[in-house]
């Protein structure tokens, strides 16, 4: 049987995204593909995937623009490192 996740904190691939996001400030999941780009190659339904669950998590919030999203941090950079030096 599954260990239940803890989602409190972010996995390694979330923790990453995160970091563009925080160091972004957010933007639309191309923008944000963009720069992960930069380091890997990775796919667009990916990164929005593994965005849409952030948000459900509460590290995003995301409003409509237009016919795209844009997504910014819910939690600020330092809040999250206490958060997660605590566990």
């Known amino acids: 049987m599954r260990k239940k996740q803890d989602n409190s904190l972010l996995t390694e691939v979330e923790l ?8 972004t400030g957010g933007g639309t999941v191309r923008e944000i593909l963009a720069e992960l780009n930069k380091l890997q190659e990775r796919a667009y339904t990916s990164v929005a995937t593994v965005l849409k669950i952030m948000e459900q998590k509460g590290f995003l919030t995301s409003e409509r623009a237009d016919r795209s999203l844009i997504y910014r941090p819910a939690v ?3 809040e999250y490192q206490k958060t997660s030096l605590k566990n």
Do not use: I, S
Request: no cysteine; net charge neutral; aromatic share 18%.
């Open 76 to 78: 600020p950079k330092t």
């Open 16 to 23: 990453e995204f995160m970091t563009v996001v925080w160091a």
